[in-house]
């Protein structure tokens, strides 16, 4: 059974500092494709931040380019999301996923979210 559990968040200031942890078990972190996403009140979930399986390749959504940064724990089996320069407008619900293809079918796995709130 796979769970992603997410912690880290909490109210900030702008331009302050947050870092989102997602702790996986049934599945090793490493082997996967992981990514962080957001969705606010009315709003579509977004790709935030993604970490390739192999590698360590790292991808972003523009509007945290340069501000958030995306890693691996394979000790600890968790993917972080650091945030810095918090803006009012990154507050959202924040969601880790886990993407697993077996022969060419895609599940995609979901913790239960953490809320960051940036106030102004």
């Known amino acids: 059974q796979v769970q992603l559990v997410e912690s880290g968040g909490g109210t900030v200031q702008a331009g302050g500092s947050l870092r989102l942890s997602c702790a996986v078990s049934?599945?090793?972190?490493?082997?996967?494709?992981m990514g962080w996403y957001r969705q606010g009140l009315g709003k579509e979930r977004e790709f935030v931040a993604g970490?390739?399986?192999?590698?360590?390749?790292?991808s972003y959504a523009d509007s945290v380019k340069g501000r958030f940064t995306i890693s691996r724990d394979s000790a600890k089996n968790t993917i972080d999301l650091q945030m810095n320069s918090l803006k009012p407008e990154d507050t959202d619900i924040y969601y880790c996923n886990l993407l697993e293809t077996i022969v060419y079918v895609t599940q995609s796995f979901w913790g239960q979210g953490t809320q960051v709130t940036v106030s102004s």
């Open positions: 970490i390739s399986a192999s590698g360590g390749r790292t």
């Open positions: 049934g599945r090793t972190v490493s082997s996967f494709d």
